[in-house]
């Protein structure tokens, strides 16, 4: 018996070896045009979602309203559906639905048998394993292409179908889980950024619409030259002050947590490089992206970051601060301040960024207040996204071990 015909992980009550299979002997090509024109719904497929209505994937670009539909497939239910020239990232999906809808005509559509369940066909899809075949097996000389008559020639390694339901049934529950996180984050992001705009004054205004109770006092409309100081400290790494890294979405990091371009080859002689000291609470922009969020507070601790990047300190509640200087109407009025030549080149100038006004909560109380129920809220979506994480983890783990 080869080893190799078991996967790592099985699903209880389950010993059989998985028997290899290849596509041309349970899948057939059920693509057909919609040649009598029925108003069947247009659908497109994203790599992360599947099949989407076309309009929700695409807003109002690409929306069937004038289209002949007649140029277009027709999907059954129970069929799966890809674009062979983007499988090669993820775009297929899988129809449950109970009417036939249409696709594009560049989709390549097929059905299985009855042996085969369809929802662990699907997370095979989304495993290592597809993906190598497609590597293999895709033609063309500019783009390449990966036509279902190639991927009749995939094959893979299958349990019975009580197995395959069982595998199946326990992805769609981590896929539930993962859904359900998303889902609570993206509700915490909407508080969040609802609150933000009722609990700080809006334009012409200077008191908040909802405010902590004991606080009556106008806001104070001052330059944040009142209120900040830049930083300028230059320095080495050590082991007081680490290597720190600064991107849009996180703001200030370990370098070892940042997600993509990691860019080693700038800090091969870090040593000796000179960096700009950061201590914990500190405001930092980068001056060329700071339109585009790349401003925060330093949340992490004392380090060294890259010397393109504005630091200031402020005698005031940082979370508050920060929460203003991040705030959408504040950073369309930088925006203007911009200054450069070339629109791409344009950076925003230290001098530029304090002579900027706000309006400012009168007391360092209620500004601590303010600052509390973030940093609170902050830590909420942040447990959420550590969660989500550990289950995309445990499936990605499963996916490489259940899996021949």
């Known amino acids: 018996m080869n080893k190799n015909n078991k996967p790592e992980i099985r699903i209880q009550n389950f010993e059989d070896e998985w028997k290899l299979r290849s596509f041309s002997a349970f899948s057939k090509d059920t693509g057909r045009k919609n040649n009598d024109d029925l108003d069947f719904e247009p659908y497109a497929i994203t790599k992360d979602q599947g099949f989407m209505r076309q309009n929700e994937a695409h807003d109002e670009f690409g929306y069937?309203?004038?289209?002949?539909?007649?140029?277009?497939?027709?999907?059954?239910?129970?069929?799966f559906a890809y674009n062979p020239a983007r499988i090669n990232v993820g775009s297929i999906g899988y129809y449950d639905g109970k009417e036939n809808v249409i696709v594009s005509s560049l989709y390549e559509i097929f059905q299985t048998d009855k042996d085969v369940d369809d929802r662990f066909l699907w997370h095979w899809f989304k495993s290592d394993q597809f993906p190598k075949w497609v590597q293999r097996l895709q033609e063309g000389s500019v783009r390449l292409y990966f036509y279902y008559d190639k991927l009749r020639e995939c094959q893979l390694y299958m349990p019975i179908v009580a197995e395959q339901k069982s595998i199946a049934a326990y992805f769609d529950n981590l896929d539930k889980l993962i859904f359900l996180h998303q889902q609570e984050i993206e509700r915490l992001l909407c508080v969040r950024k609802a609150m933000i705009n009722k609990m700080f004054p809006q334009?012409?205004?200077?008191?908040?619409?909802?405010?902590?109770?004991?606080?009556?006092?106008?806001?104070?409309?001052?330059?944040?030259?009142?209120?900040?100081?830049?930083?300028?400290?230059?320095?080495t790494i050590s082991d007081e002050y680490p290597q720190l890294s600064f991107t849009i979405e996180e703001g200030v990091i370990r370098p070892e947590d940042r997600k993509t371009n990691k860019r080693d080859f700038l800090i091969l002689d870090k040593d000796n490089k000179k960096y700009l000291q950061t201590e914990y609470d500190d405001i930092i922009y980068n001056p060329a992206n700071v339109i585009y969020g790349?401003?925060?507070?330093?949340?992490?601790?004392?380090?060294?970051?890259?010397?393109?990047?504005?630091?200031f300190y402020t005698d005031q509640d940082s979370t508050f601060m920060?929460?203003?200087?991040?705030?959408?109407?504040?950073?369309?009025?930088?925006?203007?301040?911009?200054?450069?030549?070339?629109k791409k080149l344009r950076t925003l100038k230290p001098k530029a960024f304090l002579e900027k006004r706000a309006y400012i909560a009168p007391t360092i109380e209620e500004q601590q207040q303010i600052g509390e129920y973030f940093r609170q809220m902050d830590r909420l979506i942040e447990i959420e996204k550590e969660e989500l994480e550990k289950i995309k983890h445990i499936k990605s783990a499963c996916m490489e071990k259940m899996f021949v």
């Not at 069937?64 to 069929?79: D, F, G, L, Q």
């Not at 619409?209 to 004991?214: D, N, T, Y």
């Not at 790349?294 to 630091?311: D, Q």
């Not at 991040?326 to 030549?341: D, L, N, Q, V, Y």
């Open 64 to 79: 069937m309203r004038e289209t002949n539909r007649k140029a277009y497939n027709i999907v059954e239910p129970c069929s």
């Open 294 to 311: 790349a401003i925060h507070r330093n949340a992490l601790g004392k380090g060294c970051v890259s010397p393109i990047y504005k630091i």
């Open 322 to 342: 920060e929460c203003i200087v991040r705030h959408p109407r504040f950073i369309k009025e930088i925006s203007r301040s911009m200054e450069g030549t070339v």
């Open 203 to 235: 334009n012409g205004e200077n008191i908040p619409s909802v405010r902590f109770s004991g606080y009556t006092e106008p806001w104070r409309y001052c330059e944040l030259s009142e209120v900040f100081t830049e930083r300028h400290i230059i320095d």
